[in-house]
């Protein structure tokens, strides 16, 4: 009787399962027709002409935005951006450009090393005046870069005006595959470690990564800073292939696992590692994702390398491209990102019926979960650091002078003469302003009338309206105008407190003028806090060692 009920049962359940599979197709059958008859008569009958790539492109996207933001629509005209973003190539000269809104011209802002801008003669600061004939006042950035970009082996004619001889220029340049170098700066330094800074992952930095860590050990590398600060990810093989330098062949690195079984993948290395002992540093922030997620997390998972810095995005998902009619294609999530431990780095719930927003997991539904050690670890959500170490942040006027319109018109002229007179300058690792040229730069700050919010005095205003609102001000006002005297901004004083912060953003432009990004990534590890501090652990066996130290099996239980 009871193997009759069972089988009573699991037939009812079967037949529910039929029932709401033919109930779903029915829905998305129904509302395709509704959407079909809507678009029909909107063509056939609106007041004006639709263009149809318009007005469905449109609706496609606002059906994806209603699932998570990597789901993407990449129409036909869309496929040179998509290319891309998957290889990280594309057509051009090799420059990073700006908009002067003072000047309302785009101007060269920083030509990569080794690519058609640099080797013509382009430098920083130079005002792109017309392409092949074609005036570009007024165009913006993106309008500049269409024309700038093109077919590889097109050569055109760039005028340009270069501020420090006030003498227009005419280069003859060839558009070539640009790709931005996946590793931007890596060696010795002084203490003996080295130090990669990898920025993407895209193909072949895997090989690029390994090849480094061959030569700094043949240098006599004692530990590795492997920085991923910062770093959006790319291709899921090539972080395999960046773990392979330091665990053995054929280890479970990260699995992808879904709705649709067949594409449910292992991800294993396939060769034999470079290191498998020497200590290793991965340094992470908020703007680590994906890729980088996977690398320092199965170091984590698998107690290879010590994770520093603050937690990282929680980028888990996969995608997908999936060719559609019409030389079209959509990038689609198929999985989710499961790493060795077994969790999932993906940091968001995307509550699909609620038009697709997004809810973080809370850390009191976060799941445990062990390393290879036993070492306690939490799923749901990013890779936290075994050691946290937060960067300093940036001041108020510093960031003022770095980001804002006008200021950075200030900034950006300062640096622009500064090249000017100086030919050379001293080395990457070496280069620092002088106090006679902050001097100078802080002249043309006072003199400019540079406005910024002071926050102090932005939270004083806050705290009076509460304390207003609450009935306490009447009593405390003497306090509240004799600290409102002494918060009153002092444009020198905080030139002059926070000269340190103010003179990093300076070098670290001028430089890059001068020895592209591997010299600007150099001069910023003289005063990194967070690289200072990886060093410093790695200089420190014993601290490094019981950071990895294996956890008693009692407690790892747990």
């Known amino acids: 009787m009871r193997k009759l009920i069972m089988a009573v049962t699991l037939w009812l359940a079967a ?60 129409p036909e005209d869309k496929q040179k951006d998509l290319k891309m973003m998957l290889t990280g190539k594309y057509a051009g000269i090799g420059a990073l450009i700006r908009y002067n809104y003072k000047l309302g011209r785009v101007c060269i802002d920083e030509p990569y090393e080794n690519m058609p801008a640099a080797e013509v003669g382009l430098r920083k600061g130079d005002i792109i005046l017309s392409i092949d004939g074609e005036d570009m006042t007024k165009k913006n ?11 590889s082996g097109t050569t055109f004619e760039l005028k340009i005006l270069r501020p420090s001889t006030k003498k227009n220029m005419k280069f003859k340049v060839t558009r070539r595959i640009i790709q931005l170098p996946s590793i931007p700066y890596y060696g010795i330094q002084a203490n003996g470690f080295g130090y990669l800074n990898l920025y993407s992952f895209t193909e072949g930095c895997g090989k690029e990564v390994r090849n480094a860590i061959i030569e700094m050990k043949k240098n006599g590398m004692k530990g590795l800073v492997l920085d ?6 790319g291709s899921e093989m090539e972080a395999v292939n960046v773990v392979n330098c330091f665990v053995p062949k054929g280890q479970l690195v990260v699995s992808n696992r879904g ?47 010590v994770v520093m810095g603050t937690k990282t995005y929680g980028k888990g998902l996969v995608q997908t491209m999936v060719d559609l009619p019409y030389n079209a294609q959509m990038k689609l999530t198929t999985n989710k990102y499961y790493i060795p431990s077994g969790r999932c780095i993906q940091k968001v719930t995307y509550r699909h019926g ?41 001041p108020n006027i510093t960031y003022y002078l770095a980001a804002m319109r006008d200021s950075d018109e200030l900034v950006h002229t300062f640096e622009i003469d500064y090249i000017a007179k100086h030919p050379t300058i001293a080395p990457a690792s070496e280069f620092a302003l002088t106090d006679a040229d902050y001097e100078e730069f802080k002249q043309r700050v006072l003199n400019s009338h540079f406005k910024y919010d002071a ?13 207003k609102f609450e009935g306490y001000y009447d009593d405390a006002k003497a306090e509240f105008d004799a600290l409102r005297k002494k918060l009153k901004p002092n444009l020198a004083k905080d030139l002059d407190f926070n000269k340190e912060s103010i003179c990093e953003i300076l070098n670290n432009d001028i430089v890059a003028a001068y020895y592209y990004q591997r010299g600007a990534v150099q001069n910023t590890l003289r005063t990194d806090k967070q690289v200072k501090a990886a060093f410093a652990l790695l200089a420190d066996a014993e601290r490094y060692q019981q950071l990895l130290k294996p956890q008693p099996k009692d407690k790892a239980k747990n």
Do not use: C
């Open 354 to 394: 609620n038009g697709g927003s997004a809810e973080a997991v809370a850390d009191s539904v976060v799941e445990g979960f062990h390393t290879a050690n036993g070492r306690p670890v939490k799923g749901g959500g990013g890779i936290e650091p075994e050691v946290v170490v937060k960067p300093d942040s940036l």
């Open 141 to 151: 950035n993106d309008y500049v870069s269409e024309h700038l970009r093109g077919e």
């Open 259 to 305: 709705k649709v079984k067949r594409m449910n993948h292992d991800y294993k290395t396939t060769v034999e590692p470079v290191d498998t002992v020497m200590p290793v540093v991965v340094l992470v922030n908020g703007s680590s994702a994906s890729a980088s997620e996977i690398t320092s997390g199965a170091l984590q998972d698998l107690d290879r390398a």
């Open 15 to 74: 037949i529910g399962a039929v029932a709401q599979n033919d109930d779903h197709n029915f829905d998305v059958a129904k509302n395709l027709d509704i959407l079909n008859a809507i678009y029909k008569n909107l063509d056939m009958m609106y007041v004006d002409t639709l263009n149809p790539d318009e007005v469905v492109g449109n609706a496609i996207n606002s059906m994806l935005q209603g699932l998570d933001p990597y789901t993407v629509y990449y």
């Open 455 to 467: 926050m102090s005095a932005k939270s004083l205003d806050d705290l009076e309206k509460l304390a």
């Open 228 to 233: 991923l600060r910062g770093n959006g990810g």
